[in-house]
């Protein structure tokens, strides 16, 4: 059914690959640490608390894993990881995430699907294009999405997602562009991770 929001409920927070629970499939989500992850997520589920939102950047520290209330078992599962770029916590805490995270993407069989947010409004930063070439040389399944649609000015997006795909090396189709707040695009991109976590 289109638009039909994602029946997701938080699992647990995992500090490593082999402390998640089994899962039919994963859809994982990706993106620096003041992207909208949490809001995205938010969104998809219709719930507002599902993600805890701070106005903190970088308080995702563990792999958060929600389960989908429908499909085979085990049920499929979204993987929100710990957002990279300039989160204010200890770098000795920081350090630990990319190891973390490149183990997550590398060694979890299930992952159909590395769902990587980019801020529409300020677009990709040295980061984001470091984890989509990565992605690339690793050969692992990713789509980009924009969030923040309703922050670029109407008269500016058509350029916007021009240089936007273009900075990415990808065709402006191959963005979806979304936005948590005003609901752009959230009943497709729920139909997709939907379509990726049930095959």
Not at 79 to 85: A, E, F, K, N, T
Request: aromatic fraction near 4%; proline fraction near 7%; hydrophobic fraction near 40%.
């Amino acid at each position: 059914m289109a638009g039909r929001p994602l029946q997701l409920e938080f699992v647990t927070s995992a500090p490593t690959l082999r402390d998640l629970p089994d899962s039919a499939s994963d859809v994982a989500v990706v993106g620096r640490s003041n992207v909208g992850k949490s809001s995205l997520i938010n969104a998809l589920a219709n719930r507002k608390q599902l993600a805890a939102v701070s106005g903190t950047p970088g308080r995702t520290r563990l792999l958060n894993a929600f389960r989908l209330a429908e499909g085979p078992e085990p049920r499929p599962v979204l993987v929100d990881l710990p957002g990279y770029g300039y989160a204010k916590v200890p770098k000795a805490v920081r350090d630990t995430w990319g190891p973390m995270i490149e183990e997550y993407l590398t060694g979890r069989e299930q992952l159909a699907m590395v769902v990587v947010l980019l801020d529409g409004e300020v677009g990709p930063t040295t980061s984001d294009l470091e984890l989509l070439d990565w992605l690339r040389h690793e050969a692992l399944p990713h789509s980009v999405v924009a969030t923040k649609h309703d922050k670029v000015k109407s008269s500016r997006r058509d350029r916007r997602r021009r240089e936007l795909a273009a900075d990415c090396d990808l065709e402006p189709r191959d963005v979806l562009w979304v936005s948590a707040t005003k609901g752009v695009n959230i009943d497709l991109l729920r139909e997709r991770v939907r379509t990726w976590l049930l095959g």
